[in-house]
């Protein structure tokens, strides 16, 4: 069955299809240097968006908590998805471990992440693909971020049914790939 975002879009959404279902309520967490394919995505699918470099999900950022509280108290969102994108600028540039004083702050916990990551810590001056890898890794720590914040977990707790996917965007092919398998309540287990 093809799903909403092939039929609006044009764009495959290959690997997601039966978890992005075709009811609305999604709050759409991406990267403020994503592709404007990528955002017209999020646009049909009538998600309320954040964006921010590197796609994050800090929880020191009051504007992405506010963002969240809105989503599910007064939109009644079912899912939050964080969107990265292969080919990220932000993350490239944590990657090579960017200084600048207000984006090498921001991209911090991106920078800690590169360092930590085998992946990227084994290649020799970082190939395109170890900053892909490095993107998914981001993606999958995002997930866990909004999942532990006392926003989400008190909708779980109060019986709401919220499920948090992590994607990645793929803009040579068009095509989303999901990175992470949906966190729902069953996760305060
Ligand atoms: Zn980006």
Known sequence: M???LERTSGVESRGVSGVIGDHPGRFWIGCSDS???LFELAK????LIHSNPGNLALPSDLSLLATLKMAIDLYNVSEIVICGHYGCRSVEAASEGIRNEIIGDWLSPLKTLAVKSPAVR???GGTHSTVD???EQN???QVMN???TSIVRDAWASGKTISILGMIFE???GRLKLVSEPITSVFLG
């Open 122 to 124: 084994t290649a020799s």
């Open 35 to 37: 592709p404007a394919d």
């Open 146 to 148: 909004v999942s532990r």
């Open 44 to 47: 049909v699918q009538n998600a």
């Open 171 to 173: 803009p040579t092919s």
């Open 139 to 141: 993606v999958v720590l």
């Open 133 to 135: 890898t490095l993107a």
């Open 2 to 4: 093809t799903n909403e």
